[in-house]
T-cell receptor
């Protein structure tokens, strides 16, 4: 079956440090890949996505590249801020989609807690 | 942006009682909602897919008679944990998929903030 493995946390960084959160996956089909973020007391929000190999998703300074050869989708940010403190989830779906927008069942990694200190 | 609410945010109940959790899409319509369960330091596990006006589709290993799902309208799905036991204690999260009937980004999933269930 499908699975997602994220680097274990928690991750603690100082402001302006470089961030990498590793994510690898196994999938029976050709998955679309996602990073979700959960701020304290809020629901998960889609941070970025990539639907095919070599696509780069980006948002709010975060980036992740769909690497089919290494089955990875690592999240990076060049300079983190205190406001980036949250839980980050890597996820995939292999639900057939029409036009690249139909997201169905999601398989999640276990989440990585990020804390950024001033 | 699109908002999904869950009620209650926390509930504590005695073993053997039933608990209902509501998931509402506040500014869009959702023909499909998903219910997830999250154990401490573990990932979200999909329990079931809730389809408006029809029966829910349960994932393998999830007891449909224990976790009753009702999706009676385009903005509301409910999860009822029947005869709850301590092992049902968990964090339950719903997501709603925008049907695009009233604008917004069609097919995008929006997540609720979750409900913490503790069964004594």
């Amino acid at each position: 079956g499908d699975s997602v493995t994220q680097m274990e946390g928690p991750v603690t960084l100082s402001e302006e440090a470089f961030l990498t959160i590793n994510c690898t996956y196994t999938a029976t089909g050709y998955p679309s890949l996602f990073w979700y973020v959960q701020y304290p007391g809020e629901g998960l929000q889609l941070l970025l996505k990539a639907t095919k190999a070599d696509d780069k998703g980006s948002n709010k300074g975060f980036e992740a590249t769909y690497r089919k050869e290494t089955t990875s989708f690592h999240l990076e940010k060049g300079s983190v801020q205190v406001s980036d403190s949250a839980v980050y989830f890597c996820a995939l779906t292999t639900t057939p989609n029409a036009g690249g927008t139909s997201y169905g069942k999601l398989t999640f990694g276990q989440g990585t807690i990020l804390t950024v200190h001033p | 942006g699109a908002v999904v609410s869950q009620h209650p945010s926390r509930v504590i109940c005695k073993s053997g009682t039933s608990v209902k959790i509501e998931c509402r899409s506040l500014d869009f319509q959702a023909t499909t909602m998903f219910w997830y369960r999250q154990f401490p330091k573990q990932s979200l596990m999909l329990m079931a897919t809730s389809n408006e006006g029809s029966k829910a589709t349960y994932e393998q290993g999830v007891e449909k008679d224990k976790f009753l799902i009702n999706h009676a309208s385009l903005t509301l799905s409910t999860l009822t944990v029947t005869s709850a036991h301590p092992e049902d204690s968990s964090f339950y999260i719903c997501s709603a998929k925008n049907a695009g009937l009233a604008g917004g980004k069609r097919d995008t999933q929006y997540f609720g903030p979750g409900t913490r269930l503790t069964v004594l």
